[in-house]
């Protein structure tokens, strides 16, 4: 074991601090990193705050992060993808029992023993595991991703969760040439979704809550921008989409997009809001709609979208903060005040920005 340092939270209502957290010597089939960058998700936040109690409570103290960017330090003896210096990437799963059907397929997020990054009961520790705001993290090979070297690392590193959950939904509903796809919120998630859409030839919408954030959504490859508030403009779209992805972080009323989807079109959600959705059967049933869910993506295909991305020159659009400025940037991510990911530069931890 080594120490590492670490910001963690230790209470809900508490602001993140700094806390020194142990990383295992790495293992046989282990790749330790150290840790360059690491994005802010909606969910470390609604985690580090236990806004999901009854479906994954927190247990403190909770090191959140889920978008890490870093290069390897160390080997264990079997590995054999990747060398030391190597620059590498870790999304939200760390583990699965690898056996299964789901794991077999390539779909390890859908594994009953998945182990995400954080918060999740962890084998080696006897505890939970501990996320990406930190010096480093010890990490299977096989959850370990190759990062394109065209990407620039701070804006790549969103893609291992944000990028991950758009581009899945979006390639399992085939959206392609023409398609016409809303994306419902324009944060983390939404404004990637808008950037992986738009490079898959789709007719892109961005549906928003945020008038002001019209130009960015034209800018990011929307073809155009519906202010959901405005009921006139969700009048005119009724019954048109053949897909919208929901990626609304808080609660909303999902009937008024179920009401956009033209006869068997899909909703998938990917937004986590902690409260219940209240649907009548009427939203499903005219028109044969769908509404369905969807969790972040398997190895394979994190892979797969990480070249999609390389050879799209697709990144996000971010804020590189230090960690000192994390409990700011959660309280503008609260209110969605966000350009459009904040990433943070591990350097500041180190002492070294
Ligand atoms: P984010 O950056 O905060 O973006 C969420 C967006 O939702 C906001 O920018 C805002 O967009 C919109 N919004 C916020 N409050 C709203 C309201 N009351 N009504 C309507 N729209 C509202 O968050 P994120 O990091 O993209 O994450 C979004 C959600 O996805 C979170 O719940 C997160 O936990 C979840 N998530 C799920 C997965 C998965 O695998 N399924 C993976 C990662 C994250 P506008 O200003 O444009 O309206
Ligand atoms: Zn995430």
């Not at 918060?119 to 930190?134: E, W």
């Not at 972080?249 to 009937?255: G, P, Y």
């Not at 990917?270 to 509404?291: C, D, E, K, N, Y």
């Not at 903060?321 to 969605?336: G, K, V």
């Amino acid at each position: 074991m080594y120490k590492v340092k670490a910001y963690a939270a230790t209470h809900p209502a508490s602001p993140l601090a700094p806390l020194a957290i142990e990383r295992r010597d790495p293992t046989a089939t282990d790749v330790r990193i150290e840790i360059l960058f690491c994005g802010v998700c909606h969910s470390d936040l609604h985690q580090v705050r236990d806004e999901w109690h009854g479906a994954m409570p927190t247990v403190y103290p909770c090191v959140p992060g889920h978008e890490i960017i870093g290069r390897v330090t160390a080997v264990g003896s079997q590995v054999t993808r990747f060398k030391s210096g190597d620059l590498v990437g870790v999304g939200c799963l760390v583990d699965s029992d690898g056996t299964c059907a789901q794991c077999r397929a390539g779909l390890e997020q859908l594994c009953a023993a998945a182990v995400l990054t954080y918060n999740s009961p962890d084998k080696h520790s006897g505890g939970v595991t501990l996320g990406g705001y930190a010096e480093s993290i010890v990490v299977d090979e096989r959850f370990v991703l190759r990062i394109p070297s065209s990407l620039d690392p701070a804006a790549a590193a969103p893609l291992l969760c944000a990028g991950i959950t758009t581009y899945s939904p979006l390639r399992r509903a085939r959206v392609g040439r023409g398609t016409k796809v809303g994306i419902v919120g324009l944060g983390g998630l939404g404004h990637m979704g808008v950037k992986i859409a738009h490079a898959l030839g789709a007719h892109v919408h961005v549906l928003t809550t945020s008038p002001g954030k019209r130009s960015d959504a034209l800018r990011l490859g929307a073809d155009e921008v519906i202010v959901t508030r405005d009921s006139e403009q969700m009048r005119r779209h009724a019954g048109t989409f053949e897909f919208i992805l929901d990626t609304v972080s808080a609660e909303h009323d999902i009937n008024a997009y179920l009401n956009l989807l033209r006869p068997d079109g899909n909703i998938t959600l990917v937004g986590a809001p902690s409260q219940p959705f209240t649907i009548p059967a009427f939203s499903l049933l005219m028109g044969r709609r769908s509404l369905s869910g969807s969790v972040i993506g398997g190895l394979p295909e994190t892979q797969e979208m990480l070249e999609f991305c390389a050879e799209h020159a697709i990144t996000a659009d971010v804020e590189v903060i230090p960690i000192q400025r994390i409990n700011a940037a959660f309280e503008r991510l609260q209110r969605s005040d966000v350009k459009y990911r904040f990433v943070i530069d591990m350097a500041s931890l180190r002492g070294l920005a």
